[in-house]
Structures are given as structure tokens and as C-alpha cells.
Nanobody, 133 residues
């Protein structure tokens, strides 16, 4: 069964850090762009960051730019989201999603908090991040 599984969420104080992982099983991430999304209580889901399948291109929403870093380790079939200087407004369920068309390399693009032309093949079930003030 092909799936994405997020981990690394939790409760942290404002100013702290967390690293989310998005691990794929049942398929290889080599040809998939990965996007991170989040959904806060009572709000719509928004894009946070994305990374191309090669890892050569990364994009961030303005709200997290300079604080979050997306990276990938295809040997471990995992994508990471390092979150530093967390703020209470970062509290949300974080999801990763894969967009791919093997064996073609896939780019990703963002404008604002929206991933453009992002055709999701797989969604993870989410990881809860709570940032206390």
C-alpha cells in the first residue's frame, strides 16, 4: 500500500523548533514533488512550502519564509520541514502531499500560500503542531 506518513509534531513553546518528517512507503519519492500544507482550526488549508522532485527548487509561503526549511533525502524516501522560531499562529495540522508523474522529474511552484498546478497523488494523514505563547 502506497502512503505518506507525517511525524514530528507536538507541543512547543513560542520561539522553539520542530522538525516534521514525511516518509513514503510503497513507492519511491524520487519523481515526486512534495508540498507541505497546514490547516488551523476554523481556517482553510493553506500551502506552507514545496520542494521539486530533484530538490533543486524550494518555495515558501511568506508567513514562514526565513523560519522554515524544506529538504529531502531520497535515499531515506523522506522529506523534512524544519520549523524554527515557531509562533502561536503556526498552530495547525500539517500535511504532506506528493505530486508526481514517474519517471519525469516534477517541479513545484507557489504564489502566496497556494501551490500552483499541484496535482496530488498521495496525502498524508497529518501531524498536529501546537505552539504555546
Amino acid at each position: 500500500q502506497s502512503q505518506l506518513v507525517e511525524s514530528g509534531g507536538g507541543l512547543v513553546q513560542a520561539g522553539g523548533s520542530l522538525r516534521l518528517s514525511c516518509a513514503a512507503s510503497g513507492f519511491t519519492l524520487d519523481y515526486y514533488a512534495i508540498g507541505w500544507f497546514r490547516q488551523a482550526p476554523g481556517k482553510e488549508r493553506e500551502g506552507v512550502s514545496c520542494i521539486s522532485s530533484s530538490g533543486g527548487s524550494t518555495f515558501y509561503a511568506d508567513s514562514v519564509k526565513g523560519r522554515f526549511t524544506i529538504s529531502r533525502d531520497n535515499a531515506k524516501n523522506t522529506v523534512y520541514l524544519q520549523m524554527n522560531n515557531l509562533k502561536p499562529e503556526d498552530t495547525a495540522v500539517y500535511y504532506c502531499a506528493a505530486d508526481g508523474r514517474p519517471p519525469v522529474q516534477v517541479m513545484c511552484r507557489m504564489t502566496g500560500a497556494q501551490l500552483l498546478d499541484y496535482d496530488v497523488n498521495y496525502w498524508g494523514k497529518g501531524s498536529l503542531v501546537i505552539v504555546s505563547s
